[in-house]
């Protein structure tokens, strides 16, 4: 990190070292996350989300008050006015905390108010005045997008946005008319796209303006800005884009907790490192009861589906062999379970985009997030205890429609338990299955 050269620019905001503020968001529920706690005190790699987001407030960032708005319940967040206290001391800023609002608007309002009052104190102009908008949920952006962007605004951009090209062809749909389906309305050209992230820069003065149009807005047109980026094009400013950083994903889904596990261990940051011997194996069970004779469904067992039969209860299709394939793949890699990826109907995180969804669909994606996370899959190898159906006819079959979901090879086989247990009285199903991975070269 080259700190040397963060100067000010000629021409550009005065030297005082004490004309930045950092609003830091951190008040939102997470939703979609899913955890019991809110997102910012969510744990990654043994501290929370917030935490990590402070590392890149460096001292030579320069900041003169940081303000940190945080949900007014502040369960989980125990820890806050030692964070409050230990940011102040290894930075020199005043750091203050703050409860957030409704929405994520709201609570930039909350943060924008505090940085007012600390300006008006210190007697700062308003127009030389930087102020920094991030989101905590990005928690591992590094320090040289601050600096990008702080250099935009004091080098004279009303607004300063770090971005990042875009990989995915991106489409301008035409929404449903709630007949038929949506359809695609525009394809613009994607070298000309940039995903935004935050850090967002602003002079205190236009954040001033920004927020008295935003006031003026009725709730569904405030509703469609999602930031204050965007609020700032609206107004007509010039809104500068800056490269922003790969490491500044926002973690929104338990898959996002993952991918910044994984970017921690790469940069060495999660603290002591275990050294991990590949191959890996994983293993896991599902076990699906037969669903009541009052709801009857067909089943689906093994990627297959098999009429005549009587189903299995389940928030999706309680393919109990596809589940426990998907489920050593992520015990495998070490990503956590079903639950963690896909939500759980017994914690209360069922997903409502997961009723019904097959078996086969969950093992494709389970496979495609191992391989993302750097490894390839040797085998899966399930085990059914069942009385019903009888398997053997079809296992072949079975074998082909998961083997083409994981794109490695899955065997299964299927015993009975000898009348004994649940599967024994006909109750249930249980599938088993270990999972073999190993490092892609
Ligand atoms: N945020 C906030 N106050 C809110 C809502 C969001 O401070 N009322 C913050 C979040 O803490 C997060 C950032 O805005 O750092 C971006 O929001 P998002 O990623 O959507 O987080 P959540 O709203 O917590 O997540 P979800 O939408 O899944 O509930
Ligand atoms: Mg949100």
Redesign the pocket.
Known sequence: MNTASFERPEGGLTSSAHRRALIV?????????GHAL???AVPLSRRSILEHALDAVTEPLGFGVVVI?VPSDASGFERLPDLRGELAARIGADVRLTA?????A??VAEGVHQVEEHARSQGWDPERTAVLIH???RALTPSDVYRRVTHAVEAGAAAAVPGLPVADTIKQIRPSDGQGEESVEATPPRARLRAVQTPQGFSLEVLQRIRKDLADLDDRQAEQITDEGMAAEHLGHRVVVVPGDERGL?I?TPTDLVTARGLLGETGASGPHVPSVVPRIGVAHDIHAFASPDEPCSLMLGGLEWPRERGLAGHSDGDAAAHAACAALFSAAGMGDLGTHFGADTIGTARADMEGASGVRLLEQAADLVRGSGYAIGNISIQLVANRPKFAPRREESEAALTRAAQAPVSVAATTSDGLGFTGRGEGIMATATALIYAAS
């Open positions: 968001v951190a008040a939102g529920s997470g939703t979609r996350l809110p997102k910012a708005v957030g609002g409704a929405s994520r709201a609570s989101d905590a949920a926002k929104t």
